[in-house]
């Protein structure tokens, strides 16, 4: 393993050159190695994401703990919340049942092991427990992630064209329409920052009728971005620090029969969950609440914003409500 570094990093193609089990990751890369792909942003992009703020309007991106209840996931259910008093002055409040994946999320490094190479940076699997810091959600949690955050209208891009995204058959969304949408809004990237991607997949769901959501559930079929080497390698080419989404499970469901990753990862049936998380550490969002920024976002025709995501802090947390907010 090579020691850390400070930039610049090596592409994807030179990580596939890798020697060992750290072909194709990040592993030792990294100054702080626990912190993964927001090591991307430096202090000198935190202060230059200070100018996306030019009209001073505020959106969270995270929407109500439990409002995908239910939701895709056939083992998270909404919290049940209790307000108790001990004296006529008091209230109080808890939580039963709080799956911190249930909503608006950011995946930690914890939250997928690869099954050929195991967890990031060779993290050992008995190091991943509810006692343990290792590779917990608590890292960006004590050590915001914030930075310059960019926002891809797939929804609205696709729909310009009179093709919206279908949604209910779980359209797999390909890094070429990604990129149109990109030269349609003449967006750029830049080192280090946090990539959003509009599909409009959390307002179609949860405006379906009860019934509708149970069958789509049932169907197991979600829109989302389609699992290919292309894309995993663009993601960490262009030093994303966080890639979000505001579908289920960020990457299409069911996956896509050409996914290269079906021999790696059988576990997650070719999901490139593994390829993000556990080799590159990088961060997934996943049900955030883009649409009103999306909205306001055409209006003014500029489509970066200042971007905070503050998880919980939960010692050894798989993953955490995003806390995420916007500010343009």
């Known amino acids: 393993m090579t020691g850390a570094l400070t930039g610049p990093y090596p592409t994807f193609a030179e990580l596939l050159l890798r020697e060992g089990n750290v072909a194709g990751t990040s592993w030792g890369l990294f100054p702080e190695p626990e912190r993964g792909a927001p090591s991307f942003i430096t202090q000198e992009a935190i202060l230059g994401a200070k100018d996306c703020i030019r009209t001073g309007m505020v959106f969270g991106l995270d929407y109500p703990a439990d409002a995908f209840d239910p939701g895709m996931s056939l083992k998270r259910s909404g919290p049940r919340h209790t307000i108790y008093s001990s004296h006529p002055a008091h209230r109080d409040d808890y939580l039963d049942g709080y799956y911190l994946q249930g909503s608006t999320q950011i995946d930690g490094l914890r939250h997928r092991r690869a099954d050929d190479i195991g967890f990031y940076n060779g993290t050992s699997d008995n190091r991943i427990t509810e006692s343990t810091k290792d590779l917990g959600i608590q890292e960006w949690a004590e050590n915001p992630i914030t930075g310059r955050g960019i926002l891809v209208d797939l929804d609205g891009y696709r729909n310009s064209l009179g093709e919206p995204i279908d949604h209910a058959s779980g359209e797999p969304i390909g890094l070429d329409l990604v990129h149109a949408a990109m030269a349609a809004q003449s967006l750029s990237t830049r080192a280090g920052d946090i990539l959003m991607l509009h599909t409009g997949w959390c307002e179609w769901f949860l405006a379906l009728a009860a019934d509708e959501k149970q069958r789509i559930r049932e169907s197991r079929k979600a829109s989302g971005i389609a699992q290919s080497q292309e894309f995993v390698a663009w993601a960490w080419d262009s030093n994303f620090a966080v890639v979000a989404a505001d579908n289920f499970a960020f990457e299409c469901l069911p996956v896509v029969a050409e996914s290269p ?68």
């Open 261 to 328: 990753f079906q021999l790696s990862a059988p576990n997650d049936h070719g999901m490139m969950h593994q390829q993000l998380l556990a080799k590159l550490g990088m961060p997934l969002g996943e049900l955030w609440k883009l649409g009103p920024l999306a909205t306001y976002m055409r209006t003014t025709d500029r489509w970066d914003a200042f971007i905070s995501i503050k998880p919980l802090n939960i010692t050894g947390g798989t993953g955490s409500p995003a806390n995420a907010t916007a500010i343009t």
